[in-house]
């Protein structure tokens, strides 16, 4: 079970996007089915920046 599976909820139920990278699925061996609701996968977090970045978002490294 996820600890943060409320909170997640109440995030997505708010209208907050959330991803998790594929790779690092993959490496985790985490199915998308195991996903909770609202999570979505993304191909790679670089890519996932690059999409977000195209909309507006800009990457805080800190």
Avoid: K, W
Wanted: with cysteine; glycine share 10%; proline share 5%.
């Amino acid at each position: 079970a996820n600890a943060n599976a409320g909170l997640i909820a109440a995030l997505v139920a708010n209208g907050v996007d959330i991803f998790l990278c594929g790779q690092t699925a993959a490496n985790a061996g985490i199915e998308p089915d195991a996903l909770l609701p609202g999570v979505r996968l993304s191909l790679s977090a670089m890519t996932m920046h690059t999409l977000l970045q195209q909309d507006g978002y800009t990457l805080n490294p800190f």
